[in-house]
């Protein structure tokens, strides 16, 4: 039982370093190219269009 909630634990925390390292490569390539966001929405749009 402590074994399964120290893995749930550290699973947590390699998730959410997962995400911050997304989230700081997302805001380097909206630094070096603000038409990326463009291209994000227009997917997101395709996506929508889609369901």
Same mark, same amino acid.
């Given at each position: 039982? $402590?074994?399964? =909630?120290?893995q !749930?634990?550290?699973?947590?925390? $390699?998730? =959410? !370093? *997962? !995400? =911050?390292?997304?989230? @700081?490569? /997302? *805001? !380097?390539?909206? @630094?070096?190219?603000? *038409?990326? /966001?463009? /291209?994000?929405?227009?997917?997101?749009?395709?996506?929508?269009?889609?369901?």
């Open positions: 039982m $402590v074994e399964k =909630a120290k !749930e634990q550290r699973q947590k925390i $390699v998730q =959410a !370093e *997962g !995400e =911050a390292a997304a989230a @700081s490569m /997302l *805001g !380097e390539a909206l @630094s070096k190219n603000p *038409g990326y /966001l463009k /291209l994000r929405k227009i997917r997101a749009a395709q996506a929508i269009a889609k369901t």
